[in-house]
Nanobody
């Protein structure tokens, strides 16, 4: 199984950028479909974006398209979430997740579909 560790969160002003990292250990990220989620206080965990098995496709929540970008570094066994033009409503704990799959091209949009989770990293956007 895979272990996931997020980093890169912090405090940023509105309009700024952050890059979150999700370092995997135990198995390669190529073995999984990967996803990013976020959860604000009092709200449900929300899908941010995902990477299909073997990384052939990136997909995002409609409301975040154009501002957030997912990428993968195979050599570092790490998945990234680049967040630009941040808004106060982006404030949340961000989680990395992995889904065990051999279905190339399948999209994983809900938290229940993922098997492994990191501990999360806090992102706070100030005005």
């Amino acid at each position: 199984q895979v272990q996931l560790l997020e980093s890169g969160g912090g405090l940023v002003q509105a309009g700024g950028s952050l890059r979150l990292s999700c370092a995997a250990s135990g198995r390669t990220v190529n073995s999984y479909a990967m996803g990013w989620f976020r959860q604000a206080p009092g709200k449900d965990r929300e899908f941010v974006g995902g990477l299909t098995w073997r990384g052939s496709r990136r997909y995002y929540a409609d409301s975040l398209k154009g501002r957030f970008t997912i990428s993968r570094d195979k050599a570092k066994n790490t998945v990234y979430l680049q967040m630009n033009s941040l808004k106060q409503e982006d404030t949340a704990v961000y989680y990395c997740a992995a889904a065990s799959t051999f279905q190339q091209g399948r999209l994983y949009l809900t938290a229940a579909e993922y098997d492994y989770w990191g501990q999360g990293t806090q992102v706070t956007v100030s005005s």
